[in-house]
């Protein structure tokens, strides 16, 4: 009997630390245009449900050390630059 309520109590402590995705990924874009030029982009995703990050670790779309964040279901994204402050 202990045993089982300790394990239904680790069960229940762990079951939430499963929920979050993380992953890297990136994005090149090429284009015969030159006026468009190229560009690249590496970048790190943690999507938790309706709340997700990405951040943004190295290339030329965007500055590195930038983030976007979703914290709800509406749809809002929250660019943030902490070396501009904004």
Do not use: C, H
């Amino acid at each position: 009997m202990k045993r089982l309520l300790i394990t239904l109590a680790l069960a229940t402590i762990a079951l939430p630390s499963f929920a979050a995705i993380q992953y890297e990924f990136m994005l090149k874009n090429t284009s015969d245009d030159a006026a468009k030029g190229s560009s690249d982009l590496t970048a790190r995703a943690t999507i938790d449900g309706f709340r997700s990050r990405v951040e943004f670790l190295s290339g030329s779309l965007y500055p590195p050390n930038t983030y976007v964040l979703s914290t709800d279901s509406s749809g809002r994204l929250y660019f943030v630059d902490p070396a501009k402050q904004w």
